[in-house]
């Protein structure tokens, strides 16, 4: 039998006595549970780690504590506190960075950092600024990270790689389900060509290779009460790979005014106030070690990282369910169907997200 949450948090070096552990969260991968104590003892996050699609769980946990380390030196350096403003990983009472428990399931801790709001949707041009802050602050604090990153998903935004997948996906065709989609997977090979262009000038050096999250949806950040970002959180996948995967998958999640898996496709479409706001916030940051092929880049990174969610999505229904957490058979297609949508949107106003980057950076030089 699978080991339940409450045998497991013995093993983690929590400070008093639990009180209850319930599940946390709506991440598509891992299972993440509060861990709430007795009295004034902090409360942890404890997660069973996704080890299907994280193969090489000690390698991630080891890129998560050398990047959370990096963060604590520059959050101390500049008057923060460490322990609200990055990750602080709970070693096992063995001193390990995880738990592995009978059935060979991984599990890892941190400190919950209380107070704090995650949200599923960028309700206001604020909280979009904000967040773009936070992960232009993120990217920035990681810019002089020497010390390399284990490549823990392998082609993880690489387009040439995902598209490797799906061409191998689509010929084993493994549960029958690739007729039923001949319009959608024209969505992909229609675009096939213009979505590799970005990831050819990551290859060609164009684009510098940087410390990059990787997974920057809103709910992956921990806001303060006056809707600051205080903590970039979800660090599974950070890698050396380009910092526009963290600028375009925030624009996919922050911009959307609908649901990620909205059945109803009139509520989807990128708004554009959410965009201006997110970019403000996130350019006031990066603007200081973006280079001129990044800037160029950006409102492109939008479509990008759509599209391989839209891919990814339609990829893992073919593929029959594997990779996402799903709740019912069409749930990956509802999901496709609805990033579309969005990537749709972006289309339609690709010449004006372009144009706002190149006037607020003209007007905004350093
Ligand atoms: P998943 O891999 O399941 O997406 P996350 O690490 O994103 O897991 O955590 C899921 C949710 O749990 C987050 O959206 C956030 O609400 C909450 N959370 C995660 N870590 C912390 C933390 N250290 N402090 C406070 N809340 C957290
Ligand atoms: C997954 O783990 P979670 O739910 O934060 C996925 C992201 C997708 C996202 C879509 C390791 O993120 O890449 O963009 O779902 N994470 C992984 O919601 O594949
Ligand atoms: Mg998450």
Redesign the pocket.
Known sequence: MMSLPEDIGGYFRFEGVIKDIRPQG?????DTYFVETEGNSPNYILQCKNKA??KDVPAMMENIYKVSSHLKKKIEEKGGDPLRETLTIIPSVDGKLYYQDEDVEYWAACLFIDNTTSYQCADSPHLAFSGGKGIGRFQSMLSDMEEPLSDI?PGFHNMEFRLRQWDEVLSKDPVGRKALVSQEISWIESRREEMLSLWDKFKSGEIPQRVTH??T?I??ILFDDKGEVLCVI?L??VLNSMCLNDYG?AIRSYTNAGK?DDKILDNVYMKMDIFKAYTEGYLSEAISFLTQSEIENLAFSAKYITYE?VL?FLMDFIDGDN??KVKNKTHNLVRAHAQYKLLLSMEENFSDMYAFVKEFVNNNKI
Request: aromatic share 14%; net charge negative.
């Open positions: 709506e991440g598509l991968i891992n699609i994280f998903l990787n997974d949806k709910n992956n979800d599974d996948t998958d990620e969610q990814r990779y996402y």
